[in-house]
């Protein structure tokens, strides 16, 4: 393991391939949720467990019984499962401790479990520290950050996303723009922006 290789994996996954503004993942709770920054932050939290959670399992499942009994070709299906079970956890804890910000969610918090961008994280870790069916060295622990590095930018862009759209609630927005068509304009603005990490390319 290299301290190089984590600031790589911080900078790429927060910044760089920012996962909502670079590789457009998870932009149905980021468009719906990002009205008000309490909810927005809420659902980041609950998105970053899911995601950090999903990645030590799917990770153990990948090395320890997938790639030694050869059913990589499982691979897919066992991460949506994972995914799913924890995404249930969170959908109880949620309802049981927190019913009011469970309502604001509504069908979105199940969602999570069809939020691309979580599933998204564990190929990407199988991808990038697997090498013919071999784990690297140091790849538990690269994986285990580079999902909480990916959390961080999740939350990043919805804070941002949150704040600007509670700014504009004051603003006199015409009226074909508001809501969800002034908040894809805001998102494609962001992503230039992001975009700007890795350089523009034409």
Do not use: H
């Not at 994996?9 to 980021?30: D, E, K, T, Y």
């Not at 019913?99 to 870790?125: E, K, M």
């Not at 140091?138 to 590095?149: A, E, P, R, V």
């Amino acid at each position: 393991m290299n301290i190089t290789n984590f600031i790589s994996i911080f900078i790429s996954a927060v910044f760089v391939n920012n996962v909502i503004l670079s590789r457009f993942l998870g932009l149905c709770p980021f468009i719906a949720i990002s009205k008000e920054t309490k909810p927005a932050i809420a659902m980041s939290f609950a998105v970053s467990f899911v995601i950090f959670m999903s990645s030590v399992i799917s990770w153990c499942i990948y090395r320890f019984l997938l790639i030694p009994f050869n059913l990589i070709y499982l691979r897919t299906i066992t991460f949506i499962l994972v995914i799913a079970a924890f995404v249930q956890l969170v959908e109880m804890i949620i309802r049981k401790f927190f019913p009011v910000l469970y309502r604001f969610f509504g069908i979105y918090l199940p969602l999570i479990t069809t939020n691309c961008a979580v599933l998204g994280v564990s190929l990407l870790n199988t991808d990038m520290f697997f090498n013919n069916g071999k784990a690297l060295t140091g790849s538990f622990y690269y994986s285990i950050f580079q999902s909480l590095c990916v959390g961080l930018g999740y939350t990043i862009a919805m804070i941002l996303m949150s704040a600007i759209r509670e700014r504009l609630e004051l603003c006199n927005i015409p009226k074909p723009f508001k809501n969800f068509p002034i908040a894809f304009v805001i998102a494609s603005i962001m992503s230039m922006s992001f975009l700007g990490f890795n350089g523009f390319k034409f």
